[in-house]
């Protein structure tokens, strides 16, 4: 199915400060699109895990959200993008529990499991673009 994008809003976050407004317009961009609470709170956690590994990990960068159809229902889209020094091995950090910066390791792979799609790029030295979406009803 082909997926259109509706409307988009870029947002640079370099610092802690960063978080908290890009979170607010993502809870905003979901309610507009009529996303449920139960949705909503997933689609917010894992902004927040993204957001984090976007700072903590990749010195910082952009993130973007759109609102997406796939022909029969809307969607949040967010896409978060960085120029740090990558991940050498995707399916390692996809992992329970594998933290470089001694932390949970929960990030990422609980990420995948709040989302209806979700995508990992990245390149040694170049930097990282992970994209979710999350349906209204998915
Ligand atoms: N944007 C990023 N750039 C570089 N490495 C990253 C990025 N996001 C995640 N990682 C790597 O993937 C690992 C797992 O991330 P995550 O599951 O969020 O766990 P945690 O944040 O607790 O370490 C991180 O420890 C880090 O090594
Ligand atoms: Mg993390």
Do not use: C, H
């Amino acid at each position: 199915m082909i997926t259109t994008t509706l409307s988009k809003q870029d947002f640079l976050i370099v610092r802690d400060q960063d978080v908290i407004p890009f979170r607010n317009q993502v809870k905003e961009a979901a309610v507009k699109v009529g996303m449920g609470i139960l949705n909503q709170t997933k689609l917010i956690t894992a902004a927040s895990e993204l957001v984090r590994n976007l700072l903590k990990y990749g010195g910082g960068g952009t993130a973007e959200i759109e609102v997406v159809n796939n022909g029969r229902e809307n969607g949040i889209r967010l896409v978060f993008k960085d120029n740090g020094p990558g991940i050498q091995d995707i399916d390692l950090a996809m992992k329970d529990g594998f933290s470089t910066g001694k932390s949970l390791g929960l990030g990422l792979p609980g990420t995948k499991r709040l989302v209806n799609e979700f995508n990992i790029q990245s390149a040694v030295g170049e930097g990282t673009i992970v994209t979710i979406i999350k349906w209204k009803n998915g």
